[in-house]
Nanobody, 115 residues
Framework: QVQLVESGGGLVQPGGSLRLSCAAS????????MGWYRQALGKGRELVAT???????NYADTVKGRFTISRDNAENTVLLQMNSLEPEDTAVYYC?????????WGKGTPVTVSS
């Protein structure tokens, strides 16, 4: 089992920045891809960004150039730096970890972008 705990969400004005953090614990050996997904009210969960164990990244088109995903394998954490936030980024953000073909999810951290 892998446990994931997200932090760093909150309320921010348009154009502002937030940094989300996800800490993994438990059976962390052999975790491959980690990533962030989000779910806005009334919508399905969508990919934000992923990063493999060797640092290969993938971003949704809507966040390219504004968000940066990074990973510290020694600390078992994955970060999401979010800049130039827009109201459309408002959602609950979930951390995901893939290990041996199984996906594990955190409980999510809410992000609200509003003036």
């Amino acid at each position: 089992q892998v446990q994931l705990v997200e932090s760093g969400g909150g309320l921010v004005q348009p154009g502002g920045s937030l940094r989300l953090s996800c800490a993994a614990s438990g059976s962390i050996f052999s975790i491959n891809t980690m990533g962030w997904y989000r779910q806005a009210l009334g919508k399905g969960r969508e990919l934000v960004a992923t990063i493999t164990k060797i640092g290969r990244t993938n971003y949704a088109d809507t966040v390219k150039g504004r968000f940066t995903i990074s990973r510290d394998n020694a600390e078992n954490t994955v970060l999401l730096q979010m800049n130039s936030l827009e109201p459309e980024d408002t959602a609950v953000y979930y951390c995901d970890a893939e290990r041996l073909g199984m996906n594990y999810w955190g409980k999510g951290t809410p992000v609200t972008v509003s003036s």
